[in-house]
């Protein structure tokens, strides 16, 4: 996408271009917050159903996943066989783990989403999506040991709810959690893939375990985010150490990014 197109045009051009009911769904972004209640808004593409809160901290994974493919879904997928394990922590409404799950059709999948309020979205759209026999979704936070979470919870599937947005005084919620450990071979055996997108949880639950704990795992896809006392540089040594090593990375700014890492070669990135 061309740089310099303002974002609301760019918004409108994919919209068109990617949803099948996008005459609905641009009449629904024009009229949110008009009615003085709350609204829900779906986006119907070959990629997926998804609906969501109609609120734009929750619209924005809609865009990145299901029409800018931010995590590279086919690349980092490539060669993990006909049957492969992924692991979505940090499923938010569920865009990863129904996208995944449409484009590899023997894969399955073990989501985590910790905010109460965002989990049942993202149920409904696992099941929207005819994935339950597929599909795992579970409203656990994810840490180095199991227990509980305080997490900021400011509902709306915002994507200001984790322990990043603490401190900022909006409402919070304690969640339970499982072990790194445990949610890693969740199936019975390890996961193939596992993308991470906790909004600064993805420290403790990384750093916490052990490298043998992703023995199995071939491949990482995952966004790291500015939390003090913390850097992407931890994690890209864990990583090296587990076997799994950086194929791509792209930062966002300084402390922000996209990484992809794989235990086996990867043709470059598109």
Request: proline fraction near 6%.
């Amino acid at each position: 996408m061309a740089r310099g197109i303002p974002l609301a045009v760019r918004r409108v051009r994919q919209t068109v271009s990617s949803f099948d009911n996008s005459a609905g769904v641009l009449v629904a972004l024009a009229r949110q917050g008009l009615t003085g209640k709350p609204e829900e808004i779906t986006f119907r593409s070959p990629g997926g159903t998804i609906t969501i809160p109609n609120q734009p901290g929750a619209r924005v994974p809609i865009y990145e996943i299901l029409v800018e493919d931010e995590y590279r879904i086919d690349w980092i997928a490539q060669g993990l066989g006909d049957a492969p394990v992924f692991l979505d922590i940090g499923a938010h409404v569920g865009c990863f783990t129904v996208a995944a799950a449409k484009r590899v059709p023997g894969a399955r999948v073990h989501a985590y989403e910790a905010s109460p309020a965002t989990a049942t979205y993202l149920d409904r759209n696992v099941a929207d999506n005819g994935l339950q026999d597929r599909v795992v979704a579970n409203n656990l936070a994810v840490q180095a040991v199991p227990g509980e979470l305080e997490i900021a919870d400011n509902g709306a599937a915002s994507g200001h709810n984790g322990v990043l947005h603490l401190g900022e005084g909006g409402p919070t919620v304690t969640v339970r959690s499982v072990a790194m450990s445990e949610a890693l071979n969740a199936e019975g055996r390890s996961a193939d893939l596992v993308k991470i997108d906790t909004e600064g949880g993805e420290y403790d639950m990384v750093l916490g375990s052990d490298p043998a704990d992703w023995a199995g795992v071939r491949r990482v896809v995952m966004e790291y985010h500015d939390l003090p006392g913390f850097s992407w540089e931890q994690l890209e040594a864990f990583f090296a150490e587990a076997g799994l090593n950086v194929v791509d990375r792209v930062p966002y700014a300084d402390r922000l990014g996209m990484a992809w890492l794989s235990r086996d070669p990867l043709t470059p990135a598109r």
